[in-house]
């Protein structure tokens, strides 16, 4: 078995089987993978440190056994922080060694915590995540996306979109903490039920799969404590290696998932900087809307 070793910021990162292929139809192997890690690394850890992470690892690539981890293996290196929550004791992706030595254990999706280890209770932002049904195109998840973008305008909400990486899109509501998770949790139920009840061929809170029919599940259950979402900029476990890529709304309309992968993220990234800028740092009050529900 082909091994050698890096050295990212002073840290030493042994890396073995580096000609492994982790996306077979994309060609990636784990060192091109690394290689995809050190270029977006300024894009991925502004929105992975201080939150919980999890990640799921694919050991023999992406058509192979997977499996979820949580809690930081004995054998991480000493350099690696982490935090406690429950009985847990969760890597926190704060660094490029750590994102770097994550990539070595074919860690291919990172996934995160809404809220910060510093404010425990208070998720940093409100998540829509559209989930399309069986049989569903993009094209129906970006027609929902569009009709929330319009409606969250008219409030004067400001929002952010990115997608999945998969076959879904997530709307970002930035707020800074300012809200804790019942609070939170009572402002996405609230717009779930508008938008199911004003497009009701189009849109579902149903949480049953098989009673959803054709129509999009709006998931406003996700944003708890300790439940995660795949970070901005995370890759996934897909043929074709997408990523999950914050998006301008003016663009939505024609794009696919698989527009954006780890083969051309970097050159993306080079046109359009960090469309996510400013998410964490901006507070906007919804108390209006929080008032308003009875």
């Avoid at 580096?18 to 139809?25: A, I, M, Y």
């Avoid at 050190?38 to 997977?66: F, V």
């Amino acid at each position: 078995m082909k091994k050698y070793a890096l050295e990212v910021e002073g840290r030493r990162i042994d890396v073995s089987n580096p000609e492994k292929l982790l996306w077979p139809e994309a060609g990636i192997r784990k060192i091109d993978y690394i290689s995809s890690m050190l270029e977006l690394a300024p894009y991925i850890l502004p929105y992975s440190k201080g939150r919980l992470l999890t990640t799921i690892r694919y050991p023999d690539g992406i058509h192979g056994e997977s499996f979820y981890q949580k809690s930081c293996p004995d054998y991480a290196p000493e350099w690696v922080n982490t935090a406690a929550y429950g009985e847990i004791n969760y890597i926190i992706l704060d660094s490029l060694p750590t994102l770097v030595w994550l990539a070595t254990q074919a860690a291919l999706e990172f996934h995160v915590t809404f809220n910060t280890i510093e404010k425990e209770d208070y998720p940093s932002y409100l998540v829509f995540d559209l989930d399309p049904s069986k049989g569903q195109t993009f094209e129906e998840v970006i027609e929902v996306g569009l009709r929330v973008y319009e409606t969250l305008q008219t409030l004067s909400i400001k929002s952010f979109a990115k997608t999945s990486g998969a076959t879904g899109l997530q709307v970002y509501i930035p707020v800074n903490g300012k809200y804790n998770y019942d609070q939170a949790r009572i402002i996405n139920e609230f717009f779930g039920k508008y938008f199911s009840q004003k497009y009701p061929k189009l849109i579902t809170i149903e949480r049953i799969v098989k009673k959803r029919g054709k129509k999009l599940y709006f998931d406003y259950l996700q944003m708890w404590y300790s439940k995660t979402i795949a970070t901005a900029y995370s890759p996934r476990a897909t043929e074709k290696a997408s990523i999950s890529m914050p998006i301008d709304w003016n663009e939505l309309s024609g794009i696919k998932p698989e527009n954006f992968t780890l083969l051309n993220a970097a050159k993306r990234l080079e046109i359009t900087g960090d469309l996510f800028k400013g998410l964490l740092d901006m507070e906007q009050t919804l108390d209006s809307v929080l008032n308003g529900i009875k």
